[in-house]
DNA sequence: AGGATTTGACCCTT
DNA sequence: AAGGGTCAAATCCT
């Protein structure tokens, strides 16, 4: 058993063992008198949660023949009709049937993958044209003007994607209503090392500045900075449908810079300027939900592997010292639940070290 | 020179 | 057929 069977497997056993925790908890709740409904409703979305993360994994763990890493090292040119010389691809009938065999497995993989939406707002006096870097180096592979969309959508690619076969994805859509919103929509996750690299690398030199500013520092995190972090972090989840899109925002307060360490199981946040937005850090922990549920479920946070199934990333603090999604309070979708850590369960085994949490 | 981006063409899905 | 996603040659940038 490779680890990342290993990995999924206590994941699997993670989630619904929450799930009937919660239950537990759920049927606690109904029998007290100071239950609100908030707090059934936080239950049953961490229920719901704990059940959709399983069905996920097995959904993958069955589907997946071959994990991710094991694609074809050509799978870049798949699609194409066309082998990378420009000569026609072998004629041979078998191997064509192959061929579109697997064209079909990948599509319904990619079809499959997680896919989760952040809205990242950036600063026009900081001069950001674009959306900020989130941690991770992409590589920009098409860019397509979309009906009814005032601006052309990016896509783009992990960088390593042929060196690591890294299959990640994203979309960047600057919002119509607020140019200063980038719509980033991620598909799959991470499954190469360059979490840590890229954080000393940045790649994109005009976002330079806000990285050294706010994305990548390292400061060792203050009681003060947690209670911070606690009373303003918020999660939003909302416009959830049933393609597993999420969208969250993250509030801190201003001149707020924390990281937290191994002890704060490597959950680290930085924010130093109110125009300062570390975005588009893949926030797997929001969950497949109901348009209803709004609430964070720490339980589903780290299983959104997508094809990120083998977790092969180092587990050092430094792979984590990134940043999800710090916004500002201002955001153009409603603000329909709060989080703080304060709400969170956090179970002791819960592996928040696997660089997958914020993946 | 090598890597990243641009952009028109092609492919797939609906 | 239309629209979205991806490819890959051309171009740009460092």
Known sequence: MDCASNWE????????????????????HFHSADSTSENQELLLQRILSSYEQSLLILKWSGSTVQSPP??????????????????????????SFQDH??????????????TWTEQVKVSAESGFEGPIDDGYSWRKYGQKDILGAKYPRSYYRCTYRHMQNCWAT???????????????TYR?????????????????????????????????YSNQALMNLR???????NDLDKNETATCHFSFPPTFS???????????????????????????????????????SVSSSCQMNGYGMVHNLHHSESDLTDIFSANTSTTSSPIVGDFSLDQLDLDPNFPFDNPNFFS
């Open 9 to 28: 497997y206590k994941t699997l056993i993670n989630e619904l063992t929450q799930g009937i925790e919660h239950t537990k908890q759920l049927r606690e």
């Open 70 to 95: 094991a694609l074809p090292p050509s799978s870049g040119a798949i699609e194409s009709s066309v082998s990378v010389d420009g000569s026609p691809k072998s004629d041979d009938k078998k191997r």
């Open 101 to 114: 065999q697997e064209l079909i497995d990948i599509s319904k993989k990619r079809k499959s993958q997680p």
């Open 170 to 184: 994203k979309q960047v859509q600057r919002s119509d209503d607020d140019p200063t919103v980038f719509e980033i």
């Open 188 to 220: 799959g996750s991470h499954n190469c090392h360059q979490a840590t690299y890229s954080a000393q690398q940045p790649t994109w030199p005009e976002k330079q500045e806000f990285k050294k500013q706010a994305v990548y520092q390292t400061g060792q």
């Open 231 to 237: 009373a303003n972090l918020r999660v939003n989840t």
């Open 258 to 296: 924390s990281g937290l360490t191994d002890d704060s199981r490597h959950f680290q946040i930085s924010h130093v300027d109110d125009n300062l937005i570390g975005g588009g850090y893949s926030p797997s922990f929001v969950s497949p939900t109901t348009p209803e549920s709004n609430y964070f």
